[in-house]
């Protein structure tokens, strides 16, 4: 039996709690992503913690022990690199700790210099003088030494010997350096050189053929040219020499030859023989001063005797034959024949000298290090290249012995040829292989050596790309996607809401046999009624008339 009923199809508007209305559940998710936000950021900030930075490094085992001792004294936290080779402190108080520390005299380095010589003690021996101004002097060379770029420590050890009066007792100094490199760094012969004479030169009669540099790995970087039947071994400095004048030959050649062969069509070599022997000449000729060359007159003296001579003894000897001749006199009209002791005449005496100057020449010449004692060069140039237009077919052809001529005159201006020196120079004109000839049957492009970088290139980015899409479609999509949904919810804009019906009009609901409510045909149920609503019309339909109320239930009794 149907029963019909008139109730209200709006139920008394009741209040809702705020978290349940729109602007609460947006008020809820938000709180809730703050408080996660929160909550991660607490996690990082304790976990990274202060940012610390470093306050000392390559400090000795002495150092570090007194400025972690101050740095106790004075509450500041710290802590040690991986390795314990720097200590580490909170980054905005790096400037401060140092300038307290430099304060206190830290850190005071491993080697102890002349500091060590302003604490003499009144009444020390000459022997510990002596230790303390050698340990002094070891230590400012080992500090010089530290301050270069590569050097992370060094240890000076020096070897004086006592003063003697006896020449033949007199010992040379030497000296021993051991270099603590920094990691992944070297030193040149350059720099190892420039060590050598920085000792050297610091301590008297020290030559740098008796001083020692050795790096941390037992490595002997001091090493002397050794003397052989050649003569010197060249050094760094010459070899680099060396190689620099073949690169400029080089690159004279191939810059002058490219522009009328083409760019990468021309090789050059070149070896250059260098002499680097420095000689000093000092030369003293004479030649031959007879015709029919001129000759030079350098000092000529003349002599000639002329006068009266005495003639033989002649008559009885005796005493007035024994007698010295009387005084001369000029006779008027000659000297009486025979007259004893009379004075005759004779013939004159004449000598001459004539010295003639010596042709000498002296010349000074002193040869510079350096030169070029012979070159061999040798170039090669590739065949005449031409594309058919029409056809794009690639054709290679030598070059005209006139092209060949040219170019060897053209490399023998570039080089410097001199005959007289010896150059020698040779000039090729050959294909290149793999230039105008490439391989028509190559091989695949996924085997091609040259394509295997990309493809590691972008086999890395589409790796990071899978991660990434696992990541979001696996793991954070599902975990965001009841967020998404409330917050769409919270976001969706109110339904226009229908216009309220007079409180006196009221609709007629028919019940079935089974006591509920039967729509009128032709009509849809309204979708918006909620449980809610059913419920308070229930409430309200059994206060109004509890009839129906117990004939529903007796339906449902007798319908089971």
């Not at 390559?58 to 200590?87: H, R």
């Not at 005071?108 to 604490?119: A, P, S, T």
């Amino acid at each position: 039996m149907a029963a019909t009923a008139d109730v209200l199809l709006d139920p008394p508007a009741q209040p809702q709690p705020f978290l349940k209305t729109p602007m609460g559940r947006n008020v809820l998710i938000g709180g809730g992503v703050a408080a996660v936000l929160a909550v991660v950021l607490a996690i990082w900030l304790w976990n990274s913690g202060p940012e610390y930075r470093v306050l000392y490094a390559n400090y000795s085992d002495k150092d570090g022990g007194a400025i972690t001792a101050s740095l106790d004294q004075m509450g500041v936290p710290y802590k040690f690199s991986e390795g314990g080779s720097a200590i580490l402190v909170p980054a905005e108080q790096v400037p401060d700790l140092r300038l307290k520390l430099a304060a206190q005299g830290l850190p005071k380095g491993g080697n102890v210099g002349f500091e060590l010589m302003e604490n003499q003690k009144l009444g020390v021996s000459q022997f510990l003088e002596q230790v303390n101004y050698q340990r002094s002097l070891e230590g400012e060379l080992a500090r010089s030494i530290q301050s270069l770029g590569s050097v992370a420590g060094a240890r000076v050890h020096l070897a004086l010997p006592k003063p003697s009066v006896f020449v033949r007792d007199q010992q040379k100094p030497t000296a021993s350096v051991l270099l603590n490199l920094q990691s992944g760094r070297a030193l040149d012969p350059g720099q190892v050189s420039a060590i050598v004479h920085l000792v050297a030169s610091s301590i008297p009669e020290l030559t740098t053929s008796n001083v020692t540099v050795v790096d941390q790995n037992g490595n002997l970087l001091s090493e002397q040219p050794k003397q052989n039947g050649l003569g010197k071994q060249l050094d760094a400095t010459q070899l680099k020499y060396v190689e620099m004048v073949q690169q400029n030959i080089i690159k004279q050649v191939e810059s002058l030859i490219s522009p009328i062969v083409g760019k990468g069509n021309v090789r050059a070599e070149a070896t250059a023989e260098i002499d680097f022997a420095q000689v000093d000449t000092a030369a003293e000729m004479y030649k031959p001063n007879s015709p029919p060359e001129p000759q030079a007159i350098r000092s000529q003296q003349t002599s000639e005797q002329l006068g009266p001579t005495t003639g033989p003894a002649n008559g009885i000897p005796g005493a007035l034959s024994n007698q010295p001749p009387g005084v001369a006199t000029a006779p008027l009209e000659g000297t009486a024949p025979g007259a004893p002791g009379a004075a005759t005449t004779g013939p004159s005496r004449k000598d001459a000298t004539t010295n003639y100057e010596v042709d000498k020449t002296v010349r000074y010449e002193q040869r510079p290090m350096g030169g070029i004692k012979r070159l061999t060069v040798g170039v090669v140039v590739n065949y005449r290249r031409s594309v058919d237009p029409a056809t794009g077919k690639v054709t290679v052809k030598p070059l005209a012995a006139a092209e060949v001529a040219q170019i060897n005159e053209l490399v023998k201006q570039a080089m410097g040829y001199s005959q007289a020196r010896g150059d020698t120079m040779n000039v090729a004109n050959a294909p290149f292989d793999g230039v105008d000839r490439p391989d028509e049957n190559g091989p695949d492009w996924y085997k091609d050596p040259a394509n295997l970088p990309l493809a590691w290139e972008i086999g890395k980015y589409l790796l990071i790309a899978a991660v990434i899409a696992f990541l979001w479609f696996r793991i954070l999509r599902p975990l965001l996607r009841p967020v998404v949904r409330k917050f769409d919810e919270a976001t969706a804009e109110p339904e226009e809401e229908k216009p309220e019906e007079d409180e006196d009009e009221a609709a007629v609901v028919t019940l079935g046999a089974d006591g509920m409510p039967i729509e009128p045909e032709g009509e849809e149920a309204p979708r918006e009624r909620s449980y809610r609503a059913n419920l308070a019309m229930a409430k309200e339909m059994a206060r109004d008339d509890p009839r129906i109320v117990a004939n529903v239930i007796k339906a449902w009794v007798g319908a089971e």
